[in-house]
């Protein structure tokens, strides 16, 4: 987060600042992915149930900067398109932030497409998110 702020709804500060029973909580109900190299976390992605019937959401994709560009975010985009599948899920859905190219474009090159619906980042912040989903 602190190395790709525009990356993510929400703030390190914010974050930071959570205690461990909202840790806890926010990762009970959600699959979590990590990629991993020579023993360090170079990746993680969450997924889990949107609000939409049959739709999962994929939330909090971050690789690490020395990271990116190598297939990392592909390989855990991936991983959450599985584990939906698995899972029975029909649709994929997730938000990207405007200006945010590199993201939009592994979901786009995943399969994934806006669907016209926008929302605000956070109060405060006048930058939006792009919805976009992909049918599985």
């Known amino acids: 987060m602190k190395d790709a702020p525009y990356a993510f709804g929400s703030t390190y500060e914010a974050e930071v600042n959570r205690t461990e029973e909202r ?8 699959a979590r992915f990590v990629a991993e190299s020579n023993g360090e976390v170079i990746g993680t992605v969450g997924a889990g149930a949107s609000d939409v019937t049959g739709t ?12 990116r560009g190598r297939g990392v975010g592909e390989a855990l985009v991936n991983s959450v398109l599985e584990w939906a ?7 994929v859905m997730l938000w990207v932030v405007e200006g945010n190219s590199a993201a939009e474009s592994l979901y786009r090159r995943a399969g994934f497409h806006r669907t016209g619906s926008v929302q605000m980042v956070r109060p405060g912040d006048p930058r ?4 976009m989903s992909l049918t599985i």
């Open 85 to 91: 599948k698995d899972a029975g899920y029909e649709q």
């Open 128 to 131: 939006i998110e792009y919805e």
């Open 56 to 67: 999962a959401a994929l939330t909090a994709l971050w690789v690490a900067p020395g990271a």
């Open 23 to 30: 840790w806890r909580s926010a990762l009970a109900d959600r």
